[in-house]
């Protein structure tokens, strides 16, 4: 089980979200609360945060390795998130990174997958800026 800490829902305390779709609330003092849940996909394995559309508000990706895709799901700031269209990025995704890669301050998210066709072993994709994985304008591979 893979988990984040982040103030998702913006009360200035931290919480913990899991790739298996759930996010518990901290209290500031090492208790935490259910959350509300959010889209799992199938089989999730990964999961990061970071801030992948610019809004301000924390996001979540999660690499489900039975569907070789990663999900973005977007924060509102108050807990929850709104899932877009799993991007497909190679068999077994099984490690997750956001960061800015490349130095123009969008965040990206980077994607080790345990098999990518000819490009080897630790295949790679995507970014963002709009918060799709894969596919916009803003979007860059790397690999
Ligand atoms: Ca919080
Ligand atoms: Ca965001």
Redo the contacts with the bound molecule.
């Keep these: 089980m893979s988990l984040v800490a982040g103030d998702f829902n913006e009360d200035g305390k931290l919480d913990l979200a899991t790739c298996a779709a759930s996010l518990l609330l901290g209290n500031g003092a090492g208790s935490f609360t259910a959350g509300p849940d959010f889209p799992p996909g199938i089989y999730p394995r990964v999961v990061a945060t970071g801030?992948?559309?610019?809004?301000?508000?924390?996001?979540l990706a999660i690499a489900k390795d039975g569907t070789d895709g990663v999900t973005v799901l977007?924060?509102d700031g108050q807990g929850g998130f709104a899932a877009r269209p799993m991007a497909v990025v190679g068999k077994y995704p099984f490690a997750l990174v956001i960061a800015d890669l490349n130095g123009d301050a969008i965040p990206d998210l980077l994607v080790s997958t345990t098999f990518n066709g000819a490009s080897g072993p630790m295949g790679s994709i995507c970014s963002s800026g709009s918060?799709v994985a894969g596919s916009g304008p803003r979007s860059r591979y790397f690999g």
Excluded: E, P
């Design positions: 801030g992948l559309d610019g809004d301000g508000h924390l996001d977007l924060g918060g």
